[in-house]
């Protein structure tokens, strides 16, 4: 275990503007940062990050959270590693409690996997630039192609000794597990239990991650024994680490100049990367033979809108120049078509010209992609009038799966006039390809919500296995003298922090789909009382005692008290113990419920905190909510409060009229009034709170 001392540190290092931008290109929108969402297929930023709070949050699918939150997502790390990687980050030591001889069975085998990765990558390079085989086979390859030393250095490049067992060997001598070397790919298992090295005598190219990771490797094949063999390079096989389908070569080298070019050049292969970067062009990456897809596409549209794809000017280039570019228009990529001249690809074109001079020729020479498709099909039909009419629908399909309606009224209009067809003709056919895509994506989310739908259940249910907490319930005798008494305030303002009955609700971890509407009003009261909590529970409310005296008791403390006054519990058990944990702690020297709920080591809290500090409201008069501390008066957490009596008091009242049709009840006078008579102290209790709650609000 992680002290809390030491997560509070890496929390308050953990810049979040900083975490985030290795991963998405963020543009300052006011007090905040915006950005394409790493978590789903964002066509318009609607990731928001909060240096002020330290928090980020997704208003389309609603992730987010704090740093560790963020790591743990894009990583697919657990709460103890994403704070170890953040400590690394930002250079601080990490000195964990003593675990226990389960936690210890049970540390992370993505953590080892990746550290048997980092080692493999070190050892590839110390031994070709220290074994003799390495220096004589492995450098003198590289070097033959033209590489410098700063290159192979910058891309970690390596050499793997053309022997069965030397890296495994070796692996093994320094203490790591040969399961590791095996998941990871490194070796393969024969079928009579032994191993061997899956890279041996081949020049190595080390796949880095976009966080800095080594994922994976691709290692060449060399000297003679490239002559007559198809498959000169061999890739690591897909792990729990590495999707090759979600990778793309180059990209923790390019990711930052990308940004900063704002636009990205594609190619096919690991050394077209090498030699564009030592030409001086660093904003480049390949998809290294596997045909572009939307987790490449989606990786690429976090740092950029602009594509260039850059081929063989020969027909097999001109091929790979048509494949996949309808998901990258369809991203709301705009993509460039370059064609490099007959016998030239990146790599020996990048040799021949200066940093300079190559940006000047993609100038030159670049064709956006649809004006190439057109003019590449109308080449091909000729005359032939079947052939057209079977290129313009190819060229209608193209268009239609353009998000921005103006650019696809753009090139509906270039397109026809090169074409020589009636604009019209073009635009109804972009049209209704357009209608047939957005009802497949209409479904698709349906489906997506209804598989969020599912998860939330489960977690509901996770969650309430795993909260420790006294058992309660909310007290349904609640009677008139029950209601507190309430401030001697002739101003006291409309509860404008009060949700209705009919408020959408918002996804968290603490609801579903399957509760019943009083259920999700029960909900929204206690998550708008946590907000209130998480982001100000330690502020201090002026009020009298017993005696009269003037006294000061903290927010969260006057929720508490208020609820223990007539023995009501949350019903969320997760709420209900950040309340509680909360009252515990708000005493203690520089507390602030935000940091200590957000900073929690129980990451169902954390995740909560976050969600709710990134929660919105709007006034239900169409006002913008202001959220200064003179608005924390005692007078609208008193009226939450007798709301959420209120709605105990309308759930009681209904199961009471419930009561009355039962037949045990209806053949019992006594019972029956007994009855009648609570009906009535309800009702009276609910008109005096009716009488306090004014104007509400509602999350959106």
């Not at 899956?198 to 020049?203: S, T």
């Not at 670049?366 to 003019?375: A, G, M, P, R, V």
Request: proline share 3%; aromatic share 8%.
């Amino acid at each position: 275990m992680i002290p809390q001392s030491t997560i509070d540190r890496i929390i308050d290092a953990a810049n979040i503007v900083d975490v985030v931008s290795d991963y998405v290109t963020l543009r300052r929108a006011g007090a905040s940062y915006k950005g394409l969402c790493p978590f789903h297929d964002d066509k318009t930023p609607s990731f928001s990050v909060s240096p002020a709070r330290g928090v980020c949050k997704c208003f389309s699918c609603g992730k987010g959270g704090n740093s560790v939150h963020f790591i743990m997502e894009m990583e697919q790390m657990n709460y103890v590693e994403a704070l170890k990687h953040l400590a690394k980050k930002y250079g601080i030591q990490v000195e964990e409690e003593q675990m226990t001889d389960e936690q210890r069975q049970h540390l992370n085998e993505r953590e080892s996997m990746f550290a048997v990765n980092e080692w493999a990558a070190n050892y590839f390079s110390q031994t070709m630039q220290n074994h003799q085989d390495g220096r004589a086979i492995g450098l003198a390859y590289f070097r033959s192609r033209g590489f410098r030393d700063d290159i192979i250095t910058k891309f970690r490049l390596g050499f793997c000794l053309d022997a069965p067992n030397a890296m495994s060997d070796e692996a093994k001598a320094k203490g790591y597990n040969e399961k590791y070397l095996i998941d990871t790919g490194l070796c393969v298992k024969r079928d009579n239990g032994t191993i061997y090295d899956r890279f041996r005598g081949r020049a190595m190219f080390p796949w880095i991650a976009v966080n800095g990771k080594v994922v994976a490797f691709g290692g060449r094949v060399l000297d003679a024994r490239t002559k007559g063999v198809s498959q000169k390079y061999v890739n690591s096989p897909d792990s729990s680490i590495y999707h090759k389908a979600h990778e793309l070569y180059g990209i923790f080298q390019a990711k930052k100049m990308i940004a900063k070019e704002d636009m990205v050049y594609m190619v096919e292969g690991y050394t077209d990367v090498l030699a564009m970067h030592q030409c001086g062009i660093e904003n480049v990456v390949a998809n290294s033979g596997t045909a572009l897809n939307e987790a490449q596409i989606h990786l690429l549209h976090r740092f950029t809108n602009n594509i260039t794809l850059i081929y063989d000017g020969d027909e097999a280039g001109i091929h790979a120049a048509t494949r996949s570019t309808d998901m990258l228009l369809a991203e709301g990529m705009n993509v460039k078509i370059l064609l490099l001249p007959d016998g030239d690809d990146p790599d020996s074109f990048s040799r021949k010209h200066n940093a300079q001079e190559f940006k000047k020729y993609v100038a030159a020479h670049q064709t956006d992609f649809i004006l190439f498709k057109t003019n590449l099909l109308l080449k091909d039909a000729q005359r032939d009038p079947i052939k057209r009419a079977q290129l313009t629908e190819d060229i209608v399909k193209s268009i239609a799966v353009i998000p921005d309606e103006i650019i696809r009224s753009t090139y509906v209009h270039e397109c026809a006039e090169i074409l020589g067809i009636e604009e019209g003709i073009l635009m109804r056919g972009a049209n209704k390809n357009r209608a047939a895509i957005l009802e497949n994506l209409k479904k698709e989310a349906q489906r997506e919500r209804d598989r969020q739908a599912r998860l939330l259940n489960n977690e509901q249910e996770r969650q309430s296995n795993s909260v420790n907490l006294t058992e309660g319930a909310p007290n349904d005798s609640l009677a008139p003298s029950d209601i507190p008494p309430f401030p001697d305030n002739e101003d006291f303002p409309p509860a404008e922090f009060l949700p209705n009955e009919n408020m959408p609700v918002v996804a968290s971890t603490t609801i579903t789909t399957k509760q019943s509407q009083t259920e999700q009003r029960f909900y929204g009261l206690e998550r708008l009382m946590m907000t209130l909590i998480t982001r100000y529970g330690e502020h201090l409310i002026e009020g009298e005692g017993a005696n009269g005296e003037k006294t000061q008791i903290t927010l969260a403390e006057y929720v508490q008290g208020d609820l223990n006054y007539d023995d009501i519990v949350l019903r969320s058990p997760l709420y209900a113990k950040m309340l509680s944990l909360t009252c515990q702690h708000v005493h203690e020297e520089g507390f602030t419920a935000s940091k200590f709920l957000l900073n929690n080591q129980e990451e169902a809290i954390s995740r909560e905190a976050a969600d709710l500090i990134n929660e919105r409201y709007q006034l239900s008069k169409g006002n913008q909510m202001t959220q200064s501390e003179e608005e924390l008066k005692v007078a609208y957490i008193s009226r939450l409060l007798l709301d959420y009596k209120n709605a105990i008091v309308e759930e009681e009242l209904k199961q009471c009229n419930a009561d009355l049709t039962r037949p045990e009840v209806k053949n019992d006078i006594k019972k029956t009034l007994d009855i009648m008579q609570r009906i009535k102290d309800l009702c009276e209790t609910q008109r005096r709170i009716a009488k306090y709650l004014g104007d509400r609000v509602v999350m959106k």
